[in-house]
T-cell receptor, first 117, second 111 residues
Framework: GAGVSQSPSNKVTEKGKDVELRCDPI?????LYWYRQSLGQGLEFLIY????????KSGLPSDRFSAERTGGSVSTLTIQRTQQEDSAVYLC???????????????FGPGTRLTVT | GESVGLHLPTLSVQEGDNSIINCAYS??????FIWYKQESGKGPQFIID?????DKRQGQRVTVLLNKTVKHLSLQIAATQPGDSAVYFC??????????FGSGTKLNVKP
């Protein structure tokens, strides 16, 4: 079946502009994660959605970052007034497991490479 | 602060040899760990996981070892192949379903 998809694959924007990044998780997966990966670095947790629960936003680096998940499926990560330090690959992952389940395997999308000029 | 980190940023091995990638973690409350493989231009791919009530788990050509005493995790790859060349990340689950990733180790397999 289809995996996690993200769009766009690449985004170049000017400093100060807003951007929206989209994630389509695997159908039926209740958990959705956003991560940020800077060049040569590990993954930085941004936000986590689980079912209808309030999202865990503790990883968002500033109030310029926000995310929504509509209908428990598609998610959009919005960055307002982009800065050059926002340049990174933004990865989305989904998981079917609930807390306490047998596995927490996350299926990752290919990412969106954001470049802020 | 607490972190997940790796001992070696780059590891080069000869094709056919065994590879060992190490990871140190500092949060003793972490109860679940995952190893991921990330090839260039792709998202991370699940390799193997282990719960904190285990000290060893084996998959196909891969073994994960967990030493809770020294907070150390390792990934062993048997008979390393060129297709194993990638960046490998360990990740720990600390609370609920939030995961923290290490900075990664790049594995180069020489033919």
């Amino acid at each position: 079946g289809a995996g996690v998809s993200q769009s766009p694959s690449n985004k170049v924007t000017e400093k100060g502009k807003d951007v929206e990044l989209r994630c389509d998780p695997i159908s039926g997966h209740t958990a959705l994660y956003w991560y940020r990966q800077s060049l040569g670095q590990g993954l930085e947790f941004l936000i986590y959605f689980q079912g209808n629960s309030a999202p865990d936003k503790s990883g968002l680096p500033s109030d310029r970052f926000s995310a929504e998940r509509t209908g428990g499926s598609v998610s959009t990560l919005t960055i307002q007034r982009t800065q050059q330090e926002d340049s990174a690959v933004y990865l989305c992952a989904s998981s079917r497991a609930l807390a306490g389940g047998p596995t927490y395997e996350q299926y990752f999308g290919p990412g969106t490479r954001l470049t802020v000029t | 602060g607490e972190s997940v980190g790796l001992h070696l940023p780059t590891l080069s091995v000869q094709e056919g040899d065994n590879s060992i990638i190490n990871c140190a973690y500092s949060n003793s409350a972490s109860d679940y760990f995952i190893w991921y493989k990330q090839e260039s231009g792709k998202g991370p791919q699940f390799i193997i996981d282990i719960r904190s009530n285990m000290d060893k788990r084996q998959g196909q050509r891969v073994t994960v070892l967990l030493n809770k005493t020294v907070k150390h995790l390792s990934l062993q790859i048997a008979a390393t192949q060129p297709g194993d060349s990638a960046v490998y990340f360990c990740a720990e689950k600390r609370n609920f379903n939030k995961f923290y990733f290490g900075s990664g180790t790049k594995l180069n397999v020489k033919p």
